[in-house]
T-cell receptor, first 113, second 111 residues
């Protein structure tokens, strides 16, 4: 079984709709991250959480919100989706300390029409 | 200007060639550097990491950091078609322990 899972894997939605992407992990890591990936731009950090009570904005948090329901679960919401949020979204986890290796889920391909 | 710059490619080379993938970074405080490999329709996976300057070797792969020029390199010897993937470099910002990512270079190894 995969250590980091994401649902759904693919989603097509319309402008203005609310959508939630979910992430679960069985690695026992405290730290979880949400990234988006666009061609030519690499990975951009949306939000990160170092434990259940700790939520931090990343470099591109506008238009997104998150919820850390438990150590193993971290959800990303788009309250009112817009077309420029069309991207590949990845959840990742890591332990604290060196080398801070991040383990990624398989990604969610989101299309906003 | 991004803090970590990487040519997105694609870079196409014949099987067996030596591949050189490169990044530059702007923040002289960066100490930890990583290379991730991402196959199509998959999440990135850590390939190698290095601390400060110097080389690190793992099989056919060598990671090199030159802090004087702020240059990060990944060399692949005897390249194989299975090495075809996108390679992302990353540096760790120790002010918040976040990874700063390059854009990724798409590598194609032709049989």
């Amino acid at each position: 079984d995969a250590d980091v899972t994401q649902t759904p894997r693919n989603r097509i939605t319309k402008t203005g709709k609310r959508i939630m992407l979910e992430c679960s992990q069985t690695k026992g890591h405290d730290r979880m991250y949400w990234y988006r990936q666009d061609p030519g731009l690499g990975l951009q950090l949306i939000y990160y959480s170092f434990d259940v009570k700790d939520i931090n904005k990343g470099e591109i948090s506008d238009g997104y919100s998150v919820s850390r329901q438990a150590q193993a679960k971290f959800s990303l919401s788009l309250e009112s989706a817009i077309p420029n949020q069309t991207a590949l979204y990845f959840c990742a986890t890591s332990e604290a300390g060196f080398p801070n290796e991040q383990f990624f889920g398989p990604g969610t391909r989101l299309t906003v029409l | 200007q991004k803090e970590v710059e990487q040519d997105p490619g694609p870079l196409s080379v014949p099987e067996g060639a030596i591949v050189s993938l490169n990044c530059t970074y702007s923040n002289s405080a960066f100490q930890y550097f990583m290379w991730y490999r991402q196959y199509s329709r998959k999440g990135p996976e850590l390939l190698m990491y290095t601390y400060s300057s110097g080389n690190k070797e793992d099989g056919r792969f060598t990671a090199q950091v030159d802090k004087s020029s702020k240059y990060i390199s990944l060399f692949i010897r005897d390249s194989q078609p299975s090495d075809s993937a996108t390679y992302l470099c990353a540096s760790r910002d120790d002010s918040n322990y976040q990874l700063i990512w390059g854009a990724g270079t798409k590598l194609i190894i032709k049989p």
